[in-house]
């Protein structure tokens, strides 16, 4: 009889989740599910939902590019971005990326959201599935340690604070097929990227939540490099943890860069634009820590590498094999 297939679960939203699934599709024998935010309401994303009152797309768009089977013309033409006359964002397509406009465009001939991302999605030939973290058009707020109550997932990392939560103001209804993806998972990973306003967006949501609480599968955390300015200043490996056990959501194992392996020039750089990095500092976790050489520094850069994240994710279903086999033993 033959093995069936891993389900690895990548939720997130950003460059980070993009980063991941470009690199676990290489994988062979895993079903890919990438869960997305659609909280985002900045930028082109931001004037499409206002305008049509639909999900944000942003992330998701920029997710259907990173699983799409090769680089094909239509997937780089998904993130051009159209010039234009810059003061008038309302009604012009200046600053609108065409995969934005094409998501917008099938969500009206569709009547549905979720069937637009599905459709678009078979066209690009992706390899998984992408699903919303929920098909409602929702606002993220912030809770600061001062009190003051932050709208909008724009506004949040500019308000020179400290967040204390992150949450919506109406019940947020979960997908039926996010739920389902993670109570069948193997591997769910979050991130990489903004805690606040790219990961917790999807585990907060009551249904998404409930799912991670209750899942067999192992709950992977990829954490930060750096830290991100206005939304983790400060922090280190802890603390980013910490936010997501504050909000609920489960973590089992945290994956960390190699830190020692971090340019002193590149990151004097960082430092100066009020980036430091996010370092271990205590001893003793009741979460795995795994080390792993994950980074590429071209371009004078400190970014995670999609190669690298491959190789760690195999290493994580070898993991999980061995020790399964071990229990049945």
């Known amino acids: ?66 699983l799409a089977e090769s680089e ?75 009190g003051t109550i932050v709208k909008g997932e724009a506004n949040i990392p500019d308000c020179n604070n400290h967040i204390r939560r992150v949450f919506y103001d109406t019940d947020v209804k979960a997908t039926p097929e996010a739920v389902k993806a993670i109570q069948k998972a193997d591997l769910i990973i979050y991130g990489i990227g903004s805690v606040y306003t790219s990961i917790l967006p999807n585990v907060i949501i009551p249904g998404i939540s409930k799912a991670l609480n209750s899942t067999k599968a192992e709950r992977v955390y990829f954490c930060n490099a750096m830290t991100q300015p206005g939304e983790t200043d400060g922090y280190n490996v802890e603390e ?26 590149i990151v004097k750089r960082y430092i100066q634009e009020g980036s430091t990095p996010v370092t271990i500092e205590k001893k003793k976790h009741p979460y795995k820590i795994i080390k792993r050489d994950l980074l590429d520094f071209s371009n004078q850069l400190i970014r995670h590498d999609s190669d690298k994240i491959r190789e760690t994710v195999e290493y994580l279903l070898k993991k999980d094999e061995k020790e399964c086999h071990l229990q049945q033993k």
């Open 1 to 66: 009889m033959a093995k069936r297939n891993k389900r690895v679960v990548v939720i997130g939203g950003g460059h980070g989740q993009s980063t991941i699934c470009r690199g676990i599709k290489k994988i062979e024998n895993i079903d890919i599910t990438a869960i997305v935010t659609v909280a985002d309401d900045g930028g082109s994303t931001g004037r499409l939902r206002r305008q049509f009152h639909i999900p944000a797309m942003g992330d998701i768009r920029s997710v259907l590019i990173s």
């Open 72 to 146: 094909s013309l239509l997937s780089t033409l998904m993130d051009y971005r159209f010039e234009g006359n810059p003061d008038d964002h309302e009604s012009d397509i200046s600053g609108h990326n065409l995969g934005n406009l094409i998501l917008t465009a099938l969500t009206q001939q569709c009547g549905s959201f979720f069937e637009a991302v599905q459709k678009i999605g078979k066209v690009l030939n992706v390899e998984g599935n992408i699903v919303p973290a929920t098909t409602e058009v929702i606002t993220l707020y912030a809770n600061m340690e001062d």
């Open 240 to 265: 980013h943890v910490q936010a997501l056990i504050d909000h609920g959501t489960p973590v089992d194992a945290v994956i960390v860069p190699i830190e020692e392996k971090l340019p002193a020039k």
